[in-house]
C-alpha cells in the first residue's frame, strides 16, 4: 500500500538557518505530494503541493520538488523564522477515484531566536 | 477559519460511555475524511465519506462508526470507550480526494477518564 516516510524530529533550528526536512514515498501510480503544517492547538494546513513530476510546490518561503526517480518530496526552506515553529506533515494522494491521503508521522521544528 | 466546522472542540467522558463527534464541511465539498491523531500513532486515517456514501474504510475500530446525512455534515459516533481512545479527532473535506488536498477542521480533543 501507499506510504510517507519523513524524518523524525524534533528539529531544532536558530532562527535564519536553513531547513531541510526529508520525505520519500512509496505508491503505485503517479500520486500527487503535499506538505501539510500543524501550528499548536490547530487543524492540518495545506502548505504546498506538486501533483507531477519536477513540479515545484512554493508557499510563504518554503518550496519542493516532486522527484519521481528518487521518489522523495524534501521541504525546504531558506531561512526560518521562530513563526515557523510547528510539526509538518509530508503527503500523498493517489489520483483516480476517490482514494485517501495518506500522511507521515509528522516532523516537529523548533526555531529558537 | 478553514470553513470546515467541527463541535464540540473539547470532549471529556468516561470510560463505557458513547460520544458524537459533529463535522460540517467546507461549502461546496462533498467528500468528508475523518482521522485520529494521537502522540504514539500519528494521523490514522479512519474513514471517508463522498455525498453521502461510504468510500472508504482505514483503520477503525468496530466500536466507532460514521455517516453522512444529506446536508453533507457528517458524524462520528465512538462507543465503548476506553482510555486509549484518547486523541485528537480531524475533519477534513474536499471536493475530490484527486490531487486537491483536504482542508481541515480544529479537531475535537477527547479525554476518556
Known amino acids: 500500500g501507499d506510504s510517507v516516510t519523513q524524518m523524525e524530529g524534533p528539529v531544532t533550528l536558530s532562527e535564519e538557518a536553513f531547513l531541510t526536512i526529508n520525505c520519500t514515498y512509496t505508491?503505485?501510480?503517479?500520486?500527487?505530494l503535499f506538505w501539510y503544517v500543524q501550528y499548536p492547538g490547530e487543524g492540518l494546513q495545506l502548505l504546498l503541493k506538486?501533483?507531477?513530476?519536477?513540479d515545484k510546490g512554493s508557499n510563504k518561503g518554503f518550496e519542493a520538488t516532486y522527484r519521481k526517480e528518487t521518489t522523495s518530496f524534501h521541504l525546504e526552506k531558506g531561512s526560518v523564522q521562530v513563526s515557523d515553529s510547528a510539526v509538518y506533515f509530508c503527503a500523498l494522494s493517489d489520483r483516480g477515484g476517490y482514494q485517501k491521503v495518506t500522511f507521515g508521522i509528522g516532523t516537529k521544528l523548533q526555531v529558537i531566536p | 477559519d478553514s470553513g470546515v466546522t467541527q463541535t464540540p472542540k473539547h470532549l471529556i467522558t468516561a470510560t463505557g460511555q458513547r460520544v458524537t463527534l459533529r463535522c460540517s464541511p467546507r461549502s461546496g465539498d462533498l467528500s468528508v475524511y475523518w482521522y485520529q491523531q494521537s502522540l504514539d500513532q500519528g494521523l490514522q486515517f479512519l474513514i471517508q465519506?463522498?455525498?453521502?456514501?461510504?468510500?472508504a474504510k482505514g483503520n477503525i475500530l468496530e466500536r466507532f462508526s460514521a455517516q453522512q446525512f444529506p446536508d453533507l455534515h457528517s458524524e462520528l459516533n465512538l462507543s465503548s470507550l476506553e482510555l486509549g481512545d484518547s486523541a485528537l479527532y480531524f475533519c477534513a473535506s474536499s471536493v475530490t480526494s484527486q490531487g486537491d488536498g483536504y482542508t481541515f477542521g480544529s479537531g475535537t480533543r477527547l479525554t476518556v477518564v
Open positions: 505508491a503505485t501510480g503517479y500520486p500527487s
Open positions: 506538486a501533483t507531477k513530476a519536477d
Open positions: 465519506y463522498y455525498n453521502g456514501e461510504e468510500r
